[in-house]
T-cell receptor
Framework: SAVISQKPSRDICQRGTSLTIQCQVDSQVTMMFWYRQQPGQSLTLIATANQGSEATYESGFVIDKFPISRPNLTFSTLTVSNMSPEDSSIYLC????????????FGPGTRLLVL | GENVEQHPSTLSVQEGDSAVIKCTYSDSASNYFPWYKQELGKRPQLIIDIRSNVGEKKDQRIAVTLNKTAKHFSLHITETQPEDSAVYFCAASRAGTYKYIFGTGTRLKVLA
């Protein structure tokens, strides 16, 4: 499976600020996704990161709050904008396997605490 | 909207016993069902998956069964070991979307 990295691994931020999380894959992949995992909870899909076009957001998530970039087939960023303590979560990117795109592999996650 | 229910939320078993986790999905168009294991502080790791054209799949001590009619699928772990202790998530995906809806998770504790 692809090697997936995320930066930063963790951060502590002040409310009202923004944080950009990077996701890097060691090979080209078509499908990339961003998830949120609130403390002690399950994973919720934020959006599908589309290469060369706007991301596709799930219900309850909007571009102004979670802008996403996907400049190429190996890289994506998620920005958490105008943060509040409710945004404290783990943010994970995932990629579809090259030979089986329905199968997703996850990055290590970014643990965000908003004060 | 579509959802996936997962039970139980916590499960404690003695080492060597079997563990069963059950999920029910609502979207009849779902055709792919992966299971992930997440250890504390780690990323979710795919442990087994099944497609809707298969009723059962096994990989060593882990097996998954699917009942399309009832829209539920289950994870079976036999001969449990302390290192099986983790949170397990089921998910369902509709054909062509590649988007996952996750269950709420099961915290499995294997007691030595």
């Amino acid at each position: 499976s692809a090697v997936i990295s995320q930066k930063p691994s963790r951060d502590i931020c002040q409310r009202g600020t923004s944080l950009t999380i990077q996701c890097q894959v060691d090979s080209q992949v078509t499908m990339m996704f961003w998830y949120r995992q609130q403390p002690g909870q399950s994973l919720t899909l934020i959006a599908t990161a589309n290469q060369g076009s706007e991301a596709t957001y799930e219900s309850g998530f909007v571009i102004d709050k979670f802008p996403i970039s996907r400049p190429n087939l190996t890289f994506s960023t998620l920005t958490v904008s105008n943060m509040s303590p409710e945004d404290s979560s783990i943010y994970l990117c995932s990629v579809g396997a090259r030979d089986r795109e329905e199968t997703q592999y996850f990055g290590p996650g970014t643990r965000l605490l908003v004060l | 909207g579509e959802n996936v229910e997962q039970h139980p939320s916590t499960l404690s078993v003695q080492e060597g016993d079997s563990a069963v986790i059950k999920c029910t999905y609502s979207d009849s168009a779902s055709n792919y069902f992966p299971w992930y294991k997440q250890e504390l502080g780690k990323r979710p790791q795919l442990i087994i998956d099944i497609r809707s054209n298969v009723g059962e799949k096994k990989d060593q001590r882990i097996a998954v069964t699917l009942n399309k009619t009832a829209k539920h699928f289950s994870l079976h772990i036999t001969e449990t070991q302390p290192e099986d202790s983790a949170v397990y998530f089921c998910a369902a995906s509709r054909a062509g979307t590649y988007k996952y809806i996750f269950g709420t998770g099961t915290r499995l504790k294997v007691l030595a």
